[in-house]
């Protein structure tokens, strides 16, 4: 095999974000581009001689030709083993289950998640450690060092590998193994949840409809929820994985799976509407008739758990990151167990999932997940809920109805504020900063504030500290309005607005989630002083 080195510049901004590097799918085409960051990346973790990776993607335009690219990459520079996707596919939690069942170095999973995807949308890159987990700040910080300070790249010259036939395939002198997408993930799952009486449900005449949004979860939920679980064929919609995810947002959430919705709220429901993302971590779980909120699902899912095989002898505690409701606070209390606060993005669980001192997970933007991968992992949690349903034999209003009245309930919505010029949105989260020192005891809309800082995380395991995670005001009355950016964008800034009010158990439960929330928006829409910094105070996306 004839080794190639290429002289390269190093690139401006190549920085991970939220959840890896996304940019313009055609930032990523520019010559050298990706690249830079794969050689980074390899440069970061001490070279890559030796080494073993797994290799997968969404099935986004460009992936095929991404994966190409890391596997010429990887051979070039020495890599033993790579372990790919059927024809470039594997899902965010299947490629964490597969680093962690062979002990691989790492892995490089191609997407960006619930961004569009097309020539003229987004891609990304995320690399994740051999705990299977996305890679933890400390080594992304060593990645984007190592973007500012690279001259070279090693790629083969070789012709493209048929990624189409399961099997190995030499590649110079590292193997390339090509494994089906789907069989160990499902492996995986048949060990922690009882399938037969997930099977027995759906042959008493459950109904679901599991909307896979033209991405990556169609395969996996056909073979499982279909040819094993046995749910009548049809229950898996939009199951083929598209290069453009059929020109939608494949973001599970009732404004871009509005078809799901729809049919949910109609006469004709199924008993559970579900949908996944482009990379199959995130999840939707609508009841009919009731969305539930990923906040309530977690705590949810956190008090029935122990329903599942799985969970059986209870779960050691939960985490949830900072903007998500404390919904799943009042389980773990009720429970007896630790919960955590973590901030923004699935790499901080990581060191709690590892040391044993949480078992389930969540985030607010429809991310669950448990200690079985180290992923938020969508078709994990809509089989939870199956298994929950099938022993609990009610219908998820019922249940999610259940929930508050004996926990109280977290009223829970998030603004976003799209493509905001940058210099406005960072002018007005300055702006608030400065103010918060001064905001404690100042009345807003009514609500008194209790208290306003910024978030920062002590890692408890190792010690390490993320600073600046988002600013959040406490307000008399159970309340709470929480400012961050975003970091997964492409175009101009996001400013995300999360707001929160509780309402203890034995009160009012049956409001409607925008009524309930109408003073802490109206109080943080005055403190941030919204409408001058960006000049509009409409969000673009509720959830
Ligand atoms: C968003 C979500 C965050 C999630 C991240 C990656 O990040 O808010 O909760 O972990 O996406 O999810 P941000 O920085 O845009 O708010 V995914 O499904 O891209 O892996
Ligand atoms: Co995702």
């Not at 830079?36 to 080494?51: E, P, V």
Request: net charge negative; glycine share 10%; hydrophobic share 40%.
């Amino acid at each position: 095999m004839k080794v190639e080195t290429v002289r390269t510049a190093t690139i401006n901004g190549q920085k991970p974000g939220t959840s890896g590097l996304r940019k313009k799918t055609r930032v990523f085409m520019e010559p050298g581009y990706l690249e830079n960051f794969i050689q980074a990346t390899f440069n970061a973790i001490g070279g890559a001689q030796d080494k073993t990776f797994v290799v997968g993607g969404d099935g986004r335009y460009f992936n095929r030709e991404a994966i190409q690219t890391i596997l010429k990459m990887a051979a070039a520079n020495g890599a033993r083993q790579v372990i790919v996707g059927q024809n470039s596919i594997l899902s965010t939690p299947a490629a964490s289950h597969l680093i962690r069942l062979n002990g691989t170095d790492g892995g490089f999973i191609l997407s960006a998640s619930h961004n569009p995807g097309g020539i003229d949308e987004d891609f990304g890159v995320k690399f994740n450690a051999e705990n299977g987990g996305p890679a933890p700040e400390k080594l992304t910080s060593k990645m984007f060092d190592a973007t500012t300070t690279i001259d070279h790249y090693k790629i083969a010259e070789a012709g493209d590998v048929d990624l189409s036939t399961l099997g190995e395939t030499p590649l110079g002198e590292m193997t390339i193994q090509i494994v089906d997408p789907v069989e160990s993930y499902k492996a995986l799952m048949e060990t922690l949840f009882d399938f037969d009486a997930i099977r027995a449900l759906f042959a008493s005449g459950f109904t679901m409809r599991f909307d896979a949004m033209h991405a990556v979860t169609g395969p996996y939920a056909t073979e499982i929820l279909e040819n094993t679980l046995e749910a009548p064929s049809g229950t898996v919609v939009n199951g083929t994985p598209l290069e453009d995810f059929g020109k939608g947002h494949p973001d599970p959430n009732p404004i871009w799976a509005k078809s799901l919705m729809d049919l949910m709220m109609s006469n004709q429901a199924p008993d559970l509407g579900a949908a996944s993302d482009g990379d199959g971590d995130r999840n939707m779980i609508v009841g009919r008739g009731l969305y539930v909120t990923p906040s309530d699902s977690l705590a949810i899912l956190a008090a029935n758990a122990h329903l599942a095989p799985a969970f059986k002898d209870g779960i050691a505690g939960i985490a949830r990151s900072m903007p998500t409701s404390a919904a799943s606070d009042r389980v773990a209390e009720k429970l007896g167990i630790e919960s955590f606060e973590t901030p923004t993005g699935w790499k901080f669980f990581g060191n709690l999932l590892d040391a044993g001192r949480v078992t389930i997970c969540g985030e607010e933007s429809a991310g669950t997940g448990a200690n079985h991968v180290r992923e938020k992992d969508g078709l994990w949690a809509v089989l939870l809920w199956l298994n929950i349903l099938a022993v609990r034999k009610e219908s998820v209003a019922d249940i999610v109805t259940n929930h508050w009245h004996r926990f109280g309930r977290n009223y829970y919505s998030r603004l976003d504020f799209e493509d905001v010029p940058s210099d406005q949105a960072n002018a007005m989260i300055d702006s608030i900063r400065a103010k918060l020192t001064d905001l404690a005891g100042q009345e807003h809309a009514g609500l008194t504030v209790v208290s306003a800082d910024e978030f920062s995380y002590l890692d408890p395991v190792d010690g390490s500290l993320s600073e600046n995670q988002g600013l959040r005001i406490a307000f008399s009355g159970g309340a709470r309005a929480v400012f961050r950016l975003s970091g997964t964008g492409t175009q101009g800034a996001t400013i995300r607005l999360y707001l929160e009010q509780a309402v203890e158990q034995g009160g009012d439960t049956q409001q409607n989630t925008q009524d309930a929330l109408k003073d802490v928006l109206q109080a943080a829409l005055e403190i941030s002083e919204m409408e001058t910094f960006i000049g509009r105070t409409q969000p673009d996306v509720t959830t």
